[in-house]
């Protein structure tokens, strides 16, 4: 499975970005999907998962209110809507593929995309 990341950029704090993530296969309709990010110098953290049907997402705290994470299975696609940017969320946006259907976290995503880059500028 191969997945391609697309709408990372530079916005000014405050603005919008609208990442996708498609996959190029069919099975990950049965897996959960969702969004890491590395910043410079720290770790990666999940930022959102969805689950295979789209019912249950998981949000991490330092972007909740202000990113939403969804998917289309007829795409095989997953989103991630960030509103309200700041400059502590610039980092390099990985989405990934869960070997479960529930959620997807740091141990148990199998396949990862290559990461686009969200700078976010004060």
């Known amino acids: 499975v191969q997945l391609q990341a697309f709408g990372g950029g530079l916005v000014q704090a405050g603005g919008s970005l609208r990442l996708s993530c498609a996959a190029s296969?069919?099975?990950?309709?049965?897996?959960?999907m969702g969004w890491f990010r590395q910043a410079p110098g720290k770790e990666r953290e999940l930022v959102a998962s969805?689950?295979?049907?789209?019912?249950?997402?998981t949000i991490a705290d330092s972007v909740k209110g202000r990113f939403t994470v969804s998917r289309d299975n007829a795409k095989n696609t997953v989103y991630l809507q960030m509103n309200s940017l700041k400059p502590e969320d610039t980092a390099i946006y990985y989405c990934a593929v869960s070997r479960h259907s529930a959620a997807v976290t740091s141990t148990t995503a199998h396949y990862w995309g290559q990461g686009t880059l969200v700078t976010v500028s004060s």
């Open positions: 969805v689950s295979w049907k789209g019912g249950k997402t």
């Open positions: 296969a069919r099975t990950v309709s049965n897996n959960a």
